[in-house]
Nanobody, 126 residues
């Protein structure tokens, strides 16, 4: 089992920045690729970003590319999502997720992830 606890959500004005953190406990964090997803009201959960277990490979949804950065610190068992130039359409509940499959590549489907955090709310006002 892997437990994921996110922090850092909140309310921000359009154009602002936020950083989400996701602390993992349980099994060896460095064995897991990590992802961030988000879900807006009335919409399906969608892929935002993914980082490989080593941190050497990252993938982004087109809608956030150039504005969001995913990173990880394996010594701290934590993955981050730095968000800049936020837009009202970024408003959603954000979830971190762990993929223990050891498979490489983009892997952006929710079923490809084994463990999920509780999801902090991010609200971007216009």
């Amino acid at each position: 089992q892997v437990q994921l606890v996110e922090s850092g959500g909140g309310l921000v004005q359009a154009g602002g920045s936020l950083r989400l953190s996701c602390a993992a406990s349980g099994r060896t964090f460095s064995n897991y690729a990590m992802g961030w997803f988000r879900q807006a009201p009335g919409k399906e959960r969608e892929f935002v970003a993914r980082i490989s277990w080593s941190g050497s490979n990252t993938y982004y949804a087109d809608s956030v590319k150039g504005r969001f950065t995913i990173s990880r610190d394996n010594a701290k068992n934590t993955v981050y999502l730095q968000m800049h130039s936020l837009k009202p359409e970024d408003t959603a509940v954000y979830y971190c997720a762990a993929d223990g499959s050891l498979r490489l590549g983009r892997r952006q489907a929710t079923y490809e992830y084994d463990y999920w955090g509780q999801g902090p709310q991010v609200t971007v006002s216009s």
